[in-house]
Protein backbone atom coordinates (compact mmCIF):
# COMPACT_ATOMS: atom_id res chain seq x y z
CA UNK A 1 0.00 0.00 0.00
CA UNK A 2 0.86 3.46 -0.70
CA UNK A 3 -0.23 6.60 1.18
CA UNK A 4 0.17 10.36 0.31
CA UNK A 5 -0.09 13.30 2.01
CA UNK A 6 -0.76 16.57 -0.22
CA UNK A 7 0.65 19.54 1.32
CA UNK A 8 1.51 23.47 0.33
CA UNK A 9 -1.68 24.97 -1.14
CA UNK A 10 -2.70 28.37 -0.14
CA UNK A 11 -4.56 31.89 -1.32
CA UNK A 12 -2.05 33.38 -3.52
CA UNK A 13 -2.43 36.57 -6.18
CA UNK A 14 -2.53 36.18 -9.80
CA UNK A 15 1.15 36.28 -11.17
CA UNK A 16 2.35 34.67 -7.93
CA UNK A 17 4.14 31.20 -7.43
CA UNK A 18 3.21 28.23 -5.60
CA UNK A 19 4.48 24.74 -4.82
CA UNK A 20 2.84 22.22 -3.17
CA UNK A 21 4.47 18.86 -2.33
CA UNK A 22 3.22 15.20 -1.68
CA UNK A 23 5.23 12.29 0.41
CA UNK A 24 4.44 8.91 -0.15
CA UNK A 25 5.19 5.98 2.46
CA UNK A 26 6.47 2.72 1.10
CA UNK A 27 9.93 1.49 0.08
CA UNK A 28 8.42 1.26 -3.83
CA UNK A 29 8.16 4.77 -4.13
CA UNK A 30 10.94 4.29 -7.21
CA UNK A 31 8.94 2.13 -8.88
CA UNK A 32 5.68 4.51 -9.25
CA UNK A 33 4.97 6.81 -11.56
CA UNK A 34 3.24 9.79 -9.84
CA UNK A 35 0.81 12.72 -11.31
CA UNK A 36 -0.99 15.82 -10.28
CA UNK A 37 -4.63 16.43 -11.16
CA UNK A 38 -7.19 18.88 -9.84
CA UNK A 39 -10.63 19.38 -10.05
CA UNK A 40 -12.06 23.39 -9.71
CA UNK A 41 -16.32 23.43 -8.73
CA UNK A 42 -18.60 22.48 -10.89
CA UNK A 43 -15.88 20.48 -13.26
CA UNK A 44 -14.49 17.40 -13.81
CA UNK A 45 -10.90 16.50 -12.01
CA UNK A 46 -8.43 17.10 -15.02
CA UNK A 47 -4.50 15.89 -15.57
CA UNK A 48 -2.01 18.48 -15.34
CA UNK A 49 1.29 16.81 -14.79
CA UNK A 50 3.02 13.41 -14.85
CA UNK A 51 6.38 11.99 -14.25
CA UNK A 52 7.86 8.69 -14.72
CA UNK A 53 9.65 6.30 -12.73
CA UNK A 54 12.47 7.60 -14.91
CA UNK A 55 12.27 11.23 -13.96
CA UNK A 56 12.99 11.99 -17.95
CA UNK A 57 9.77 11.06 -18.89
CA UNK A 58 7.12 14.05 -17.91
CA UNK A 59 4.11 14.77 -19.55
CA UNK A 60 2.13 18.23 -19.16
CA UNK A 61 -1.38 19.27 -19.74
CA UNK A 62 -1.61 22.08 -22.66
CA UNK A 63 -3.02 24.45 -19.72
CA UNK A 64 0.08 24.76 -17.92
CA UNK A 65 2.84 23.82 -20.53
CA UNK A 66 5.87 26.10 -19.25
CA UNK A 67 4.30 27.60 -16.21
CA UNK A 68 3.99 24.18 -14.04
CA UNK A 69 6.94 21.84 -13.59
CA UNK A 70 6.99 18.37 -12.31
CA UNK A 71 9.53 16.82 -10.15
CA UNK A 72 10.43 13.86 -8.07
CA UNK A 73 13.10 13.41 -4.88
CA UNK A 74 13.66 9.38 -4.29
CA UNK A 75 15.23 9.64 -1.54
CA UNK A 76 12.59 12.11 0.10
CA UNK A 77 9.91 9.94 -1.33
CA UNK A 78 8.14 13.12 -2.18
CA UNK A 79 6.53 14.86 -5.63
CA UNK A 80 6.73 18.09 -6.29
CA UNK A 81 4.87 21.12 -8.81
CA UNK A 82 5.93 24.10 -8.75
CA UNK A 83 3.59 26.70 -10.22
CA UNK A 84 4.22 29.84 -11.59
CA UNK A 85 2.45 32.58 -13.40
CA UNK A 86 -0.82 31.05 -11.55
CA UNK A 87 -4.10 32.28 -12.71
CA UNK A 88 -7.27 32.69 -11.55
CA UNK A 89 -8.53 29.59 -13.97
CA UNK A 90 -5.80 27.84 -11.46
CA UNK A 91 -7.83 28.01 -8.78
CA UNK A 92 -8.39 24.49 -7.75
CA UNK A 93 -8.27 21.42 -5.49
CA UNK A 94 -4.93 19.41 -6.27
CA UNK A 95 -4.35 15.91 -5.93
CA UNK A 96 -1.18 13.75 -6.05
CA UNK A 97 -1.76 10.12 -7.47
CA UNK A 98 0.85 7.38 -7.90
CA UNK A 99 0.67 4.44 -11.05
CA UNK A 100 2.23 1.23 -10.56
CA UNK A 101 4.61 0.97 -13.28
CA UNK A 102 3.50 -1.45 -16.00
CA UNK A 103 3.92 -2.23 -19.29
CA UNK A 104 1.13 0.32 -21.42
CA UNK A 105 1.10 2.80 -18.64
CA UNK A 106 -0.20 6.48 -19.93
CA UNK A 107 1.11 8.66 -16.96
CA UNK A 108 -1.10 11.11 -18.33
CA UNK A 109 -4.45 9.34 -17.57
CA UNK A 110 -6.39 9.21 -14.64
CA UNK A 111 -7.55 5.59 -14.52
CA UNK A 112 -4.49 4.61 -14.80
CA UNK A 113 -3.61 5.69 -10.99
CA UNK A 114 -3.76 3.24 -8.41
CA UNK A 115 -3.55 5.57 -4.98
CA UNK A 116 -4.40 9.36 -4.30
CA UNK A 117 -4.02 11.84 -1.81
CA UNK A 118 -6.40 13.97 -0.02
CA UNK A 119 -5.66 17.53 -2.06
CA UNK A 120 -4.42 20.33 -0.95
CA UNK A 121 -6.70 23.53 -1.83
CA UNK A 122 -4.58 26.53 -4.57
CA UNK A 123 -6.43 29.76 -4.74
CA UNK A 124 -5.83 32.47 -6.86
CA UNK A 125 -7.40 35.88 -6.75
CA UNK A 126 -7.50 38.04 -9.75
Known amino acids: QVQLVDSGGGLVQAGASLRVSCVASGRTFRSYSMGWFRQSPGKEREFVAAIGWNDDNTVYADSVKGRFTISRDNIKNTVYLQMNSLKPEDTAVYYC???????????????????WGQGTQVTVSS
Open 97 to 115: AAAKTRYGLRIDEEVEYDY
